[in-house]
T-cell receptor
Framework: GDSVTQMEGPVTLSEEAFLTINCTYT??????LFWYVQYPGEGLQLLLK?????DKGSNKGFEATYRKETTSFHLEKGSVQVSDSAVYFC???????????FGKGNQVVVIP | GAGVSQTPSNKVTEKGKYVELRCDPI?????LYWYRQSLGQGPEFLIY????????DSGLPNDRFFAVRPEGSVSTLKIQRTERGDSAVYLC??????????????FGPGTRLLVL
């Protein structure tokens, strides 16, 4: 069936470093792709989304491009801050009911 | 405006007991989702409501789990004969319900259930 794969393990990096979190999916044709974020002590919230192939979503300095040819939606930020420490989830909605098919998530820790 | 709220925020119960978890969606949102998040995992879909009806309950793990939304607003997730494996954070989300795939789901803070 359809599935989403995020890169393994937590990510620890220094402030102002470049961040990439990989996300790939196996279904042929998710209608949209989302990244959700869970800050410490807070609920899940939408970070950004792309609504069609080649579309780029961006928010808070983060970007992700819906690449149909590589079935990927990698999340990037050029210069992270301590406040970006959170868990990030790649989550495409499934056709029919729009339920979100979450990846396992990546814990990101930014140290000053 | 008010976001999605869930009560209780924490629930501790004993194995075999019955529990109810409540979700108040954003006013006007017709779509409502329940997810379950185990430690170190991403949320897993349980059930989806469009209005009062359960449009997709394929994620419910077994018949001990049941959810209702009688008036198309508040929803209650009910778990009978709880087991230790039911321990998780139960998340509720709501959205406008237009059917468009780019529609944003808004999540509540979750109910942390611990079954002893």
């Amino acid at each position: 069936g359809d599935s989403v794969t995020q890169m393994e393990g937590p990510v620890t990096l220094s402030e102002e470093a470049f961040l990439t979190i990989n996300c790939t999916y196996t279904a042929t044709g998710y209608p949209s792709l989302f990244w959700y974020v869970q800050y410490p002590g807070e609920g899940l919230q939408l970070l950004l989304k792309a609504t069609k192939a080649d579309d780029k979503g961006s928010n808070k300095g983060f970007e992700a491009t819906y690449r149909k040819e590589t079935t990927s939606f990698h999340l990037e930020k050029g210069s992270v801050q301590v406040s970006d420490s959170a868990v990030y989830f790649c989550a495409p909605p499934v056709y029919g009911n729009n339920r979100l098919a979450f990846g396992k998530g990546n814990q990101v820790v930014v140290i000053p | 405006g008010a976001g999605v709220s869930q009560t209780p925020s924490n629930k501790v119960t004993e194995k075999g007991k019955y529990v109810e978890l409540r979700c108040d969606p954003i006013s006007g949102h017709t779509a409502l989702y329940w997810y379950r998040q185990s430690l170190g995992q991403g949320p897993e879909f349980l059930i989806y409501f469009q209005g009062t009806g359960a449009a997709d309950d394929s994620g419910l793990p077994n018949d001990r789990f049941f959810a209702v939304r009688p008036e198309g607003s508040v929803s209650t997730l009910k778990i009978q004969r709880t087991e230790r494996g039911d321990s998780a954070v139960y998340l509720c989300a709501s959205s406008l319900g237009t059917g468009q795939t780019q529609e944003t789901q808004y999540f509540g803070p979750g109910t942390r259930l611990l079954v002893l």
